[in-house]
């Protein structure tokens, strides 16, 4: 589980810390900077995956003036994660400058802590070459790379020669970590990506994990339907109870290939996925995204609470749903960090959830409330903290 992000000079995040639990909230204005802290976990992700600092910043579209506070090249990017996984305490540094859309990395380092031992990686500067150093107590391990510094996950990854210098547990701890990061989702559905006209579909998937964007949810479900019965039955439960009209999911074979349809009570024929409502298509969506967390592995160990965002899931979802969601989340085994403008969505919060986005003078702010001081509150504002937030009590001078 993630417990503390720390940014600096990654585009609004000038200077930024936040530490987190297993369900957060933040909520803010427009452009208060709330999509920054989830870009920012999407970066490192990405790195993880792509395990190249320019690749990374470059695949997403952007320069390093893009993405950097103020766009000014002086600013340096720092971002710091501590991530706990298995009774192990992960501390992960990354620094980098960009000089004429070059990329020069000052700070790669992951300490690795556990029952009060302590472990590093890093890279240490000597002359024109890079030395990549592991200390393990008293024990010094050392890589000479020439040329560019590489990222520090190319050398976490399995089967690299550096690794394989150390000893199984740490593998196993470095390997787990890099697992945990690269499987960081930020799910944004969109139901016309879902939805195309008469899909079908005609082999099941290797994998159970949804897409960020939810446009293999139709293939998902067929390799449940297929695969794990017992968890597409689960789903289609959950959408019965949260939706009366609807009596279960089906899965409908053609000759064509197999496509997804839902069954409502009052009528015999089902509709098949292309005519679903865009608010129906979503709530499945989660549902099916929050039931895919058994399946999120490290040699075929569950990752426990991986982590996924999600942006302003309460779109196109009627506000007497988001209740239903709010529990869903937090009875998931994924740590969440979502965004929301609902103050329906925050009727459903406890008040410690809540982290309150906003702008000062360009840079975003982040905070928390005090939860008994809200409590008190609550009843001049109809008992709800969404009440409460849209009467600006939440102001800055409020929570200090």
Not at 96 to 108: A, H, L, P, T
Not at 155 to 173: A, D, H, K, L, Y
Not at 262 to 278: A, D, M, Q, V
């Amino acid at each position: 589980m993630l417990k503390k992000l720390k940014v600096k000079n990654f585009k609004s995040l000038e200077n930024l810390e936040l530490n987190l639990g297993k369900f957060n909230v933040l909520i803010g204005r427009n452009n208060s900077g709330k999509s920054n802290i989830l870009d920012c976990l999407k970066f490192l992700s990405e790195l993880a995956e792509k395990r190249n600092l320019s690749e990374t910043i470059r695949g997403s579209g952007m320069q390093y003036k893009d993405i950097v506070y103020g766009r000014d090249y002086k600013n340096e990017i720092s971002i710091e994660v501590c991530v706990e996984l298995e009774n192990e305490e992960f501390t992960y540094k990354l620094s980098f400058s960009g000089v004429n859309e070059g990329i020069r990395v000052s700070d790669d380092e992951l300490v690795i802590k556990k029952d009060g031992a302590e472990k590093a990686i890093k890279w240490e500067r000597r002359e024109r070459e890079f030395e990549l150093v592991l200390l393990d107590g008293k024990k010094k391990d050392v890589i000479i790379v020439s040329g560019v510094k590489t990222s520090l996950f190319n050398f976490v990854e399995p089967n690299t020669g550096f690794i394989s210098r150390t000893n199984e547990e740490t593998q196993q701890s470095l390997h787990r970590f890099l697992e945990f990061m690269k499987n960081i989702k930020l799910y944004e559905f969109y139901s016309n990506k879902m939805k195309e006209s008469e899909r079908r579909i005609r082999a099941p998937l290797q994998s159970y994990i949804v897409t960020e964007n939810g446009d293999n949810i139709l293939e998902i479900l067929h390799t449940l339907y297929l695969e794990h019965r017992d968890v597409f039955e689960r789903i289609s439960e959950l959408l019965t109870g949260a939706i009366e009209e609807i009596e279960e999911i089906k899965i409908m074979p053609q000759k064509t290939g197999m496509y997804m349809a839902i069954k409502e009570k009052n009528f015999s024929e089902p509709f098949p996925l292309w005519s679903i409502s865009n608010g129906t298509l979503k709530i499945i969506s989660y549902i099916t995204a929050l039931h895919t967390t058994d399946f999120f592995e490290f040699d075929k160990a569950k990752i426990k609470n991986p982590l996924f965002c999600f942006e302003e899931p309460e779109n196109d979802i009627h506000s007497r749903l988001l209740e239903f969601l709010v529990d869903l989340m937090k009875n998931s085994d994924a740590q969440i960090i979502l965004s929301t403008h609902s103050p329906y969505f925050m009727d459903r919060c406890e008040p410690d959830e809540l982290i309150i986005i906003e702008k000062e003078n360009g840079r975003t702010i982040a905070r928390r409330i005090g939860s008994e001081e809200i409590k008190k509150e609550m009843p001049d504002y109809g008992g709800t903290l969404g009440g409460i937030y849209y009467s600006d009590e939440f102001k800055k001078e409020k929570g200090e």
